[in-house]
């Protein structure tokens, strides 16, 4: 199995600055017949299901401010949001979906300073 | 609107059986895998489970291998989870989600406890 290991596993940054949270796979994650990297990032608020944000490690989901983008390729993965707004708060979910089972990260909580 | 509705969730006590209902609506639900997530909570997401668009193939975690069955109704346009031989670590908020490059829809949740 795919282990998924997200760090940190909680941040506090101030309102207006950067947050950056990394997700590390134990396997390649890279298909190179199509060069696609089977990662995604979710924000989960509480009380709410979650919310897919980035598919393919870097394509923003319609809808989603562009503050949030994703990066990496192989085995190490990121998502920055790049100036943080209070309704960011929430807990942050890799996974992966390169195969079964389509393992999530720990989760990393984001707070605010 | 894309919706998707989980139900059937409840207590149950060990070593009891439960069957998860998600009902889509919205968009083409034969053309979709769909998945079955579940959050215990205050704790991460983990993926229970996964179907293919024609219900000719599945994947399970191993958690849940042997106990648990997802199966779907593209007629009906509806997720299915039956659960078998549960256990009080089954306790958890079931998700029913639409698969594809990443889950980009997902059900409210059905809370399953599992208790005596």
């Avoid at chain 1, 950056?20 to 199509?34: F, M």
């Avoid at chain 1, 509480?46 to 809808?63: D, E, V």
């Avoid at chain 2, 042997?66 to 958890?92: C, H, P, V, W």
Wanted: charged share 15%.
């Amino acid at each position: 199995d795919i282990v998924m290991t997200q760090s940190p596993d909680s941040l506090a940054v101030s309102l207006g600055e950067r947050a950056t949270i990394n997700c590390k796979s134990s396997q390649n994650i890279l298909y190179s017949s199509n060069n696609n990297n089977y990662l995604a990032w979710y924000q989960h608020r509480p009380g709410q299901p979650p919310k897919l944000l980035i598919y393919w490690a870097s394509t923003r989901q319609s809808g989603v401010p562009d503050r949030f983008s994703g990066s990496g390729s192989g085995t190490d993965f990121a998502l920055t949001i790049s100036s943080l707004q209070a309704e960011d708060v929430a807990v942050y979910y890799c996974q992966q979906y390169h195969s079964p089972p389509f393992t999530f990260g720990q989760g990393t909580k984001l707070e605010i300073k | 609107e894309v919706q998707l509705v989980e139900s059937g969730g409840g207590l149950v006590q060990p070593g009891g059986s439960l069957r998860l209902s998600c009902a889509a609506s919205g968009f083409k639900f034969s053309d979709y895998w769909m998945h079955w997530v579940r959050q215990v909570p205050g704790k991460g997401l983990v993926w229970v489970a996964h179907i293919y668009v024609d219900g000719t193939g599945a994947a399970y975690a191993d958690s849940v291998k042997g106990r648990f069955t997802i199966s779907r109704d593209n007629a009906k346009n509806t997720l299915y989870l039956q659960m078998n031989s549960l256990r009080a670590e089954d306790t958890a908020v079931y998700y029913c989600a639409r698969g594809g490059s990443g889950c980009d829809c997902w059900g409210q949740g059905t809370l399953v406890t599992v208790s005596s």
